[in-house]
């Protein structure tokens, strides 16, 4: 089986999700269910509806994911084919997003405080350095499986991404100097975040890949407005600060990075 997934990583945030949801699942009892009506997945069906958070290339396709949940082949399709076991993936992968994102912006407010220390810097040193790339994800336990996750979980997160960024620059628009800061280090936490998808593994999930140019593409598009802009309504300004001068000097090194 061409597995790439490591069970025995606990911190990684997937399987601390699965681990617990299968702690707490109430297995669903035939008695007292009137007959005829749905009573739920069984505790080996619920399982496979979260194992489905990894795309099946990790079990070394759907034959795979069979066998390491030691069921049938059949068994597997026909699951995957019915309407409530899709509707419990989708629920799964739109809960585990969150979580998952919840732990990448806590690594983000960390980036953010590099940036902070990076534009308090004398503008002399400001300009021998580059900006911080970002936190380090890579090295991270808990995001170990970042680029194993399935299409649905990589579309949520894109999703919130995009999200976040607009609202930023919305907030940047309205010359918020802490939205500046925010939206260079949350570009560089997104660009951290997929840089963890090596070209073997965007080849081998296209949709991952798509997912990838998608959100890049948008980050690069409002970064180029957001830097454009900001150093437009700096050189119509009657007096330039100090302040200004930096701010400027930042949106420039950051066209440079990133566009």
Sequence with gaps: MKQKMKTDQPDDLGLQFISHRMRTYDVPQRKGTPKGEAIGLSQKK???????????????????????????????????????????????????????????????????????????????????????????????????????YSTQVHEFICEEFISRLKLLADRVHHGSEEAYLDFFSMGATIVDFYSTLSPEDQKSE?????????????????????????????????????????????????LQRYV
């Excluded at 070394?60 to 419990?88: C, D, H, N, P, V």
């Excluded at 948008?218 to 701010?247: F, H, N």
């Design 46 to 148: 619920y399982e496979a509806s979260l194992y489905t958070l990894y795309n099946p290339f990790v079990y070394g396709g759907l034959q795979g994911m069979a066998k390491f949940l030691e069921i049938s082949y059949g068994l597997l399709k026909k699951w995957r084919s019915e309407k409530i076991f899709k509707e419990t993936v989708i629920a799964h992968c739109r809960e585990f997003a969150a979580i998952l994102l919840q732990n990448l912006w806590q690594e983000q407010e960390r980036a953010s405080q590099e940036f902070d220390k990076y534009f308090n810097l004398p503008i002399e040193e400001m300009n021998k350095k580059e900006p911080p790339s970002s936190i380090s994800i890579k090295d991270n336990p808990k995001f170990s499986h970042i680029k194993l």
């Design 206 to 254: 296209a949709a991952i890949e798509s997912n990838m140019v998608r959100i890049v593409r948008e980050m690069v598009q409002v970064a180029r407005q957001v830097c454009y802009e900001g150093i437009e309504e700096l050189l119509l300004k009657d007096s330039i600060t100090m302040e200004d001068r930096k701010m400027a000097l930042l949106e420039l090194k950051i």
